[in-house]
């Protein structure tokens, strides 16, 4: 076992365990705000084209997705009240530290995108797959404001295929040609901030 795979199931059951009255306060506040499910699931691809079901905090009234997968702006209308906070300070993506701990994600990798988008990448951006995807990684530094950032855009969809995604990839191939644990660590560090500080 990797000095990586280590850090990822030790950390992620450490972090199941001391989470689990802030799952339970997150469940009942969902349950409350609106009608539908605690957690959402949503098939992403993994490592080596693998589906799997990304788990995440239902932050969206139920139906939501049918209308478009990406999210425009930080008040887009599907997103519930207790949503808006939830997503704000990202605790919507904990409950992949299951992902984690079953090994279908890690930490720190390229954020897996759902099938509809990796369709659409060349032979070179595939590379991205190479690597187990995780819940953070430069991209995802550099784009925490994307939904904001997509609601500039005359046509958001476009706009995310055309110039969000290469530059995603860009930077999560660096990812995948110079990765280690201390870089990993990095990572994490920087994303706690962003979100920390950048609101």
């Not at 939501?64 to 605790?91: H, N, V």
């Not at 997509?150 to 191939?173: C, R, W």
Request: some cysteine.
């Amino acid at each position: 076992m990797s000095s990586k795979r280590i850090f990822d199931v030790l950390v992620s059951l450490l972090g199941i365990i001391l989470l689990i009255p802030l799952f339970l306060l997150v469940s009942i506040c969902i349950m409350i705000n609106s009608k539908g499910g605690v957690l959402y699931r949503q098939t992403r691809i993994g490592r080596n084209s693998a589906a799997f079901s990304l788990l995440k905090f239902r932050t969206m009234r139920i139906g939501a997705d049918q209308t478009g997968e990406l999210t425009i702006g930080f008040r887009d209308s599907r997103i519930t009240p207790c949503g808006y906070f939830l997503r704000k300070y990202k605790i919507d993506e904990l409950p992949q530290l299951f992902n984690i701990l079953t090994g279908e994600m890690s930490f720190v990798g390229p954020r897996p995108e759902v099938s509809k988008y990796v369709n659409l990448y060349n032979l070179q951006q595939q590379r991205v797959l190479s690597v187990k995807p995780g819940i953070t990684d430069w991209a995802s530094i550099t784009y925490i404001n994307e939904n904001q950032l997509l609601a500039t855009s005359a046509n958001p969809e476009t706009f995310y295929i055309e110039q969000v995604i290469p530059d995603k990839i860009k930077q999560n191939l660096k990812y995948v040609d110079h990765h280690n644990l201390w870089i990993d660590m990095k990572i994490i560090l920087l994303t706690i901030k962003n979100i920390v500080f950048n609101r």
